[in-house]
């Protein structure tokens, strides 16, 4: 399905208000897409077993960095010992250090084009994150020394995002079609839909599975969702038990790790057997999430904004 999405500013702005764009509470309170309460029952929450390798106080969260802003959702790592935090509701991408204690506070790299910052990516020596006001992709050099220059635009309502070499998948949060997942060829031009399940009523964050890989993406429900780059039917790939709401994704060699939004967990499934762990707990609603070697990393979406760690 080919069309290009040159919608105009207001069309993005009461897309975004209709489609889960509430400033005043934070999505853990809301009422979820489905009709189900925010609030995640006890029993339900207890009904995953604890990740085996962290059921030891040492792999209790720690605290990497406190940021000044009141809501954040995108979360990127450059494998150097830095995290890159996207502000919601603003315009400002934060350099965070990763060693806990840092004497380097959290700086502010850029202040991006277009606000509300859905998610960010590292590609290279390159930085990478999406507007959902302006419906469109920025990049800029990691070290903080621009110039910034779009990827693609004509984008309403895009949220999180993957790209390739050749191409954009996102996430349509609130945009012409809520829940569908899309592709744009990087640069620029028609955006092509690849499949949106019909209960969908947005989507939110989207991850390449590897080299020639399905597309996996959330869309606030219990579940994680599989397509075609190519295009096609969605199929669900996991069901979450309970109330629980997908949202943020990322993965490893042997793991994708996905974030609940109404219980205040992270989860980890393994890719062979699908099993469902429960891999932490964290005091308030976790936004976006990244993974390297030894660590998994979170944000509060809720203000002050935290980084957050535990060790795989």
Not at 52 to 67: G, H, Q, S
Not at 119 to 142: F, K, M, N, T
Request: proline share 9%.
């Amino acid at each position: 399905m080919e069309r290009t999405l040159r919608a105009k500013w207001v069309v993005v702005f009461l897309a975004l208000a209709a489609c889960g764009g509430r400033r005043e509470r934070a999505p853990a309170a809301d009422a979820g897409r489905d009709g189900s309460a925010g609030a995640e029952p006890r029993a339900a929450i207890e009904d995953l077993p604890a990740a085996p390798a962290c059921a030891e106080r040492a792999c209790e969260p720690v605290t990497i960095a406190t940021l000044p802003i009141d809501r954040g959702t995108a979360l990127a790592l450059d494998g150097a010992g830095f995290a890159y935090v996207g502000e919601l509701y603003g315009d400002r991408i934060f350099r965070v250090p990763l060693a806990p204690g840092a004497p380097t506070p959290p700086t502010v790299l850029y202040r991006s084009p277009g606000r509300d910052i859905g998610a960010l990516e590292v590609r290279g020596d390159l930085l990478r994150w999406s507007s959902s006001a302006a419906g469109a992709i920025y990049e800029a050099p990691l070290a903080g020394t621009g110039p910034i220059r779009v990827v693609a635009d004509g984008m309403p309502g895009i949220w999180g995002f993957a790209t390739d070499e050749r191409w954009i998948y996102w996430a349509d949060f609130g945009g012409a079609v809520p829940g569908m997942l899309w592709k744009t060829p990087i640069g620029g031009g028609s955006s092509t839909g690849l499949g949106r399940d019909p209960t969908s009523r947005l989507a939110t964050n989207v991850m390449l599975d590897g080299p020639g890989g399905d597309l996996v993406y959330t869309d606030r429900t219990p579940r994680l969702l599989r397509v075609s780059p190519a295009g096609g039917p969605p199929t669900v790939w996991i069901q979450l038990p309970g109330r629980r709401e997908s949202h943020g994704l990322a993965q490893d060699a042997t793991h994708v790790y996905l974030e609940t939004l109404s219980a205040n967990e992270v989860l980890r499934i393994d890719r062979q057997t699908r099993r469902i762990e429960r891999f932490a707990r964290t005091p308030a609603a976790p936004a976006a999430i990244a993974v390297d070697d030894t660590h998994v990393y979170w944000i509060d979406y809720i203000g002050p904004v935290t980084l957050r760690a535990q060790r795989k």
